[in-house]
């Protein structure tokens, strides 16, 4: 059973930064690609960032120059650093983990539990 367990999220004013960290358990599986997304109230969920085994990496626009995504492969693990928060980056915040099963070719992807960024003053 994987499961993703999620990190760092919380309260902080405008202009400052905050780091997630997400960490898939279990054993016998890799994982493609892994990332974040987002949910603000009222809104679709969009995603934030992803970031392939190889490294290549992805960003919505309106997060790009602001936050960097990261993983150890090794650890199975997922780092968003998140800098210049804005008021309007405010959501719970999920990752995501692509799974593959050895003698696969698919992924299933499974979610963290999301977590709360809240960017006030």
């Known amino acids: 059973q994987v499961q993703l367990v999620e990190s760092g999220g919380g309260l902080v004013q405008p202009g400052g930064s905050l780091r997630l960290s997400c960490a898939a358990s279990?054993?016998?599986?890799?994982?493609?690609?892994m990332g974040w997304y987002r949910q603000a109230p009222g809104k679709q969920r969009e995603s934030v960032a992803s970031m392939t085994r190889g490294g290549n990496t992805n960003y919505v626009d309106s997060v790009k120059g602001r936050f960097t995504i990261s993983r150890d492969n090794a650890k199975n693990t997922v780092y968003l650093q998140m800098n210049s928060l804005k008021p309007e980056d405010t959501a719970v915040y999920y990752c995501?983990?692509?799974?593959?099963?050895?003698?696969?070719?698919?992924?299933?992807?499974?979610w963290g539990q999301g977590t709360q960024v809240t960017v006030s003053s």
């Open positions: 995501n983990a692509d799974i593959v099963r050895p003698g696969t070719t698919y992924f299933t992807r499974y």
């Open positions: 279990g054993s016998g599986f890799s994982i493609s690609v």
